[in-house]
């Protein structure tokens, strides 16, 4: 049972298991990126998905795409509006149509729509924010339909931690720290490569030619590339790797 | 060393951060400092199994505990934590509603089995309260998923509604989830009570470690009971001197997220103490509790006293075992206030923490008055808004909304009489004052909610609103703009069409 497994494995799980609750990176010896590890939604993965050899080569992440650039304090309701919180998250329909109404609430003042109406995904791969991004409620909602619209990154100063730990423990989006106030160097529309990389990850924003140092994701990262925290918990043996029947 | 920051405000002192012995946390700047503290801290959280915790920088060892670290190491199973720490945590309380608990099941259930059971079946509590009475089919349906997933596991408490015609032919349902769990004695001092809200802080009041969590931590915690955590460390808040009549608990903690800003507890915990929270109501706690999480706090707590037993016994039999801060416990940041100097505040479109005195808002002219959620419709806020409403014995020149947050709250609100009103009701002056009927109970406009929610904002106006978050879109319209306030600032400025300081109509 799932619980005695977790009992069992306390003393040694430290060592394996990432925190993927308030840490933001830290440095860890080496990263293990698996490139076959396909980020698909938690919601469409099969529970026998898991259970891959931990011993893969050390690889670069890399995303690239179109940046879409908001300020500081953008809290949950305007990512996504509670109307449309009655969508279950876990129900594979009702994830997309969170993805379609990704960051909806945001003003007018927003000119360029993260999600275009009547698309159900987004153009924009990484998201640019500054200070105490996705404060707010503790809706997970919020990190999901960023994932479900398609995007693969959030690149801000910081983050409120509900938020963080969702987005780790969903394995959604990678929340990536930056150092500087990238949000105010970099616009919307802006082509930018993220790499995480062993040591430095960086953002590069192609449009200006302007290169920003990420704080490493650590821990945070094999989480979030095995797809979560339950499918992290299972490939570290945590938990058993099937779905008890 | 810690930053030396100047207070130009003459009610604040704050003292430098006590020497903690972490380097990390010499730099208490909103900006880097959970970055730069998880840096150095790292290595000791990767090799729990080292038996030596030395603090290297200072040579001091700290052996005290503050109250969050003590709830946390009990609950771990251990003698000791430090912030910092990641600890697995056995949870005493797990709570869910109606938005959120299809979605943390749904993931218990694909990752523990179709036919898994719950950790146990009566320490989780599943309150509906979100979206109850809509049309919305699919916020009824999430209301249904609930009702068979607490069938299937027999949970204990659930506070079910079906007749959503009338909340009062539902024994069962209570409302606001927040404000049921203290009512109906779940929030014990010492234990630790997890909710997929972010209010979940309010329950703090009671001395004990609460916070909000997402689906997914949710899901892992109904098949597990234990949910991993890294310890904060805290920040205390010393409140003094007698509350002014015209002051409440709303205007405390408005006072002090506009002082730390929204980010300014950000990974903390925020430890209310001093001789004015002792003489705060259980209700007055929770208000000042709830909005923690405005201030990004981690989870917000009061030692328990008297005042708290005696709510707690009353409701509850099950034992619990207090927890207080060591003499020589750490603490991240000191805050001091002389209440006795404090005016009501609000908090203006659009942030929690951009503060402002009532009364330099008095020509701000507002559209509507929001009284109600677990911030602002317990049944303390409705008496003082009455108490407002007669002592100026006025009508309302504005739409005002009154949504009590539980049943109890709602047939207080008929039952009760009001202190120095000759014997009337709370209802009984609000329909005196020309205020909406109170409506059923429930999260209502708070959030905005589906399109025919109650009192709901539909167009670009103006409200002086009890509620929590006064982010663009909160109450439905982007442009609507929010006055976050307490109940007798909302009253009062009910009664004006403007913003306004209660002392206009207290005195």
Known sequence: MAASSLQSLNPTFSQTLASPNTSPPFRSPFLRFNSSFNLKPLSTRSSSFIARSAAEPQERKTFHGLCYVVGDNIDTDQIIPAEFLTLVPSNPDEYEKLGSYALIGLPASYKDRFVQPGEMKTKYSIIIGGENFGCGSSREHAPVCLGAAGAKAVVAQSYARIFFRNSVATGEVYPLDSEVRVCDECKTGDVATVELREGDSVLINHTTGKEYKLKPIGDAGPVIDAGGIFAYARKAGMIPSAAAA | MASAVISSSPFVCKSPAKDLGFSSFRKPSQISIHGCQKKSISRKIVSVMAPQRSSSTSGSVKTGMTMTEKILAKAAEKSHVVPGDNIWVNVDVLMTHDVCGPGAFGIFKREFGENAKVWDSEKIVVIPDHYIFTTDKRANRNVDIMREHCREQNIKYFYDITDLGDFRANPDYKGVCHVALAQEGHCRPGEVLLGTDSHTCTAGAFGQFATGIGNTDAGFVLGTGKILLKVPPTMRFILDGEMPSYLQAKDLILQIIGEI?????????????????????????????????????????????????????????????????????????????????????????????????????????????????????????????????????????????????????????YALPVPGAGGKTCAQIFEEAGCDTPTSPSCGACLGGPADTYARLNEPQVCVSTTNRNFPGRMGHKEGQIYLASPYTAAASALTGHVTDPREFLQ
């Open chain 2, 261 to 413: 800003s929204v980010a300014g507890a950000t990974y903390k915990t925020m430890e209310f103490s001093g001789t004015t929270i002792e003489s705060l109501t259980m209700e007055e706690r929770m208000t000042l509790c709830n909005m923690v999480v405005e201030a990004g706090g981690k989870n917000g707590v009061i030692p328990p006293d008297a005042t708290t037993f005696n709510y707690v016994e009353n409701r509850t039999s099950v034992p619990f075992q207090p927890v207080y801060s060591d003499g020589n416990a750490s603490f991240v940041a000191d805050y001091r206030f002389d209440v006795s100097k404090l005016e009501p505040v609000v908090a203006k479109p659009h942030s929690p923490d951009n503060r402002a005195l009532a009364r330099e808002c008095k020509d701000v002219k507002i559209d509507r008055v929001y009284i109600g959620s677990c911030t602002g419709g317990k049944t303390e806020d409705f008496m003082a808004a009455a108490k407002l409403f007669h002592a100026a014995g006025k009508q309302v020149k504005v739409p005002t909304f009154l949504v009590p947050a539980t049943q109890k709250v709602w047939m207080d609100v």
